[in-house]
């Protein structure tokens, strides 16, 4: 029930806050964000750092296909008008801390658990990289032209 829960509430963010006519530009972000999740969930099967507890159906519903999705959508769809390092460094803050705070919920609640020498700072220094990353996908290949193209 906790996956099918956070799927449910991250489609339902989704869909009351996103910007539907900005798939073009976003959704290659979050097939590059996914394409990162599948080589991290690879990496773990051999040398295990964390592990989602539970049926890994319900783990995949949950994590692949609402959580990655729906927060590299928003990141973008909110990325800064002023792209300044003070704007930025605000905006990765508070991502990252949204970002941290979810993995906060699941650990707490017994469905991820750290292995080996991973911590929950390992993540949260992760989260920068990644959201880094993402945006940095987003401006190298100019996605943002793919919203001003008409339909």
């Known amino acids: 029930m906790f996956y099918i829960t956070w799927f449910i509430f991250a489609w339902t963010i989704w869909l009351v806050f996103s910007d539907k006519n900005r798939w073009r530009e976003i959704i290659p972000v979050c097939i590059f964000a996914k394409t990162l999740a599948l080589a991290t969930d690879v990496l773990m099967f051999y040398y295990p750092l964390w592990e989602y507890i539970g049926p890994p159906y319900f783990i995949h519903l949950g994590e692949d296909l609402a959580i990655y999705p729906v927060v590299t959508y928003l990141f973008i769809q909110w990325l800064p008008n002023s792209r ?11 991502w990252t801390t949204v970002a941290i705070s ?31 990353l993402f945006y940095q996908f987003h401006k190298i290949f100019r996605l943002e032209k793919l919203s001003s193209e008409k339909e």
């Open 102 to 132: 979810i993995e906060l919920i699941y650990v707490s609640s017994g469905y991820l658990r750290y292995h080996q020498w991973w911590t929950i700072w390992h993540s949260y220094m992760a989260d920068w990289f990644l959201y880094w």
């Open 84 to 94: 300044a390092a003070k704007n930025m460094i605000s905006y990765w803050l508070l």
